[in-house]
């Protein structure tokens, strides 16, 4: 039954790909970042709901899950499965001895265990991740998707209400969680995700560690995160973030996975080729919100416009945060990857590998007016080694029009992200 709420309910992108799903299988196992708006879109979908961050509805769970699953009226939405990690496996072997589709959705915030090679879902709750909203979502806009229209030899669209580069840095700096980015403005909003950082840092690490049964410290953590923020969109080696958060090797690893492991971080592989040579192989790391990094870094608009490093690592980050929901429903079923050859000679921000490897490079720039010689100089040399694999290639920037660069080659507004 649909709630009243649903009434305010902005649709989301894994929406239609979620009733595609539930049609055959009979279990989800939805994972993304906390607030990323995972129990507001499946409870509309579920005929109970548990809670299992609250002892009410853990209590029973905890005691026999596989007593209390039994006659729920279904769908049944067991909701941050991590507090009561036996649901796992009471649903699993519920699905065993009942697979008719549609009968339970699993979210959590916490990766943890899951990426064992053994857990109790495995092959009988299928895994998606639910990211932080776009901008196409907040505006409550359909259509294809940017990959989709490329693939297609669609027109991009470019917004009326295209913004300039302080109107991006806006954007990103709103936030991509639906509490910032749709009920609150100015100072509140600064408050809320700073009161995120800080429960991620407290309450959700604690939660993870009773998991994995290790103990970090706080400040040390804080100062990770912030080089982490400092080096978003990058690929620097791991050495330069825990040199500069003042900690070792085998700490920065652990608290690289703990970020990982709580769904803000996440790496984008480098791409591969055996037509390309000397290619870096470090992944691109990212937090999955450009506008963590502000708040991490205690940075507003101005001060983002005034450094242009960090300016370039949050339009990346933005844009990254843009592309990343779609990659799930898009029907080119796209991998996204980036480039860089040794000493930095030829470095491209985004790849998206499609389906038969055709392969979209994607550029960023702060610049409102790109041009073919300096801007396009990366995705013009990969043109000319991939051949016909190369589909097209994009320079994203902050200005109002898109044109033609070179031959494959185009200059488009970032809003052509939701046009």
């Known amino acids: ?43 509309r979908r579920a005929a109970t709901v548990v809670r299992l961050d609250r002892q009410t509805g853990a209590a029973a769970f905890e005691a026999d899950p596989d007593v209390a699953l039994r006659g729920l009226p279904e769908p049944v939405l067991l909701d941050e499965w991590q507090r009561v990690p036996g649901v796992l496996g009471a649903g699993r072997r519920a699905v065993e001895a009942d697979p008719h589709p549609n009968r339970f959705y699993v979210t959590g915030s916490v990766r943890a265990e899951l990426e064992h090679e053994v857990w109790p879902g495995t092959g009988r709750i299928v895994r998606l991740t639910m990211y932080p909203m776009t ?28 913004p300039d580069l302080r109107g991006y840095v806006e954007l990103a700096l709103r936030s991509g969680f639906p509490d910032a980015a749709l009920r609150l403005t100015g100072h509140a909003r600064e408050v809320w995700l700073e009161s995120y950082i800080e429960d991620l840092l407290s309450h959700d690490v604690e939660q993870l560690e009773e998991t994995l049964g290790r103990r970090r410290d706080r400040q040390r953590l804080r100062r990770y995160l912030q080089a982490y923020a400092l080096n978003s969109a990058g690929v620097a080696e791991h050495k330069t973030i825990y040199d500069a958060a003042q900690i070792n090797k085998a700490t920065a690893t652990a608290y690289d996975d703990l970020l990982a492991g709580l769904l803000i971080a996440e790496n984008v592989p480098a791409w591969t080729s055996n037509r390309l040579k000397r290619l870096v192989h470090r992944p691109k ?64 921000d985004l790849i998206a590998e499609l389906a038969g490897q055709r392969v979209v490079g994607i550029e960023v720039k702060a610049s409102a007016a790109p041009t073919a010689r300096e801007d396009a100089k990366h995705l013009r040399w990969l043109r000319e080694e991939l051949g016909e694999r190369f589909l097209a290639g994009i320079v994203l920037h902050t200005g109002p029009r898109a044109y033609e660069l070179e031959e494959k080659i185009i200059a488009a507004p970032i809003a052509v992200l939701w046009g």
């Open 285 to 348: 790391r990212y937090l999955i919100d450009a506008a963590l990094i502000a708040t991490a870094l205690r940075l507003d608009e101005q001060g983002v416009i005034d450094d242009g490093d960090l300016l370039g690592r949050i339009l990346d980050t933005f844009v990254a945060a843009q592309l990343r929901p779609e990659l799930a429903t898009s029907a080119t079923r796209p991998r996204l990857h980036h480039l860089r050859t040794e000493q930095g000679r030829h470095e491209i």
């Open 135 to 162: 901008v196409r979502e907040q505006l409550g806009r359909g259509g294809s998707s940017l990959l989709d229209k490329v693939a297609d030899g669609e027109e991009l669209t470019v917004p009326e209400d295209c």
């Open 1 to 43: 039954m649909v709630s009243a709420s649903s009434t305010r309910y902005r649709p989301r992108l894994v929406d239609p790909l979620l009733d595609e799903l539930l049609e055959q299988l009979p279990a989800m196992l939805v994972l993304g970042p906390r607030t990323a708006g995972k129990t507001t879109t499946l409870e």
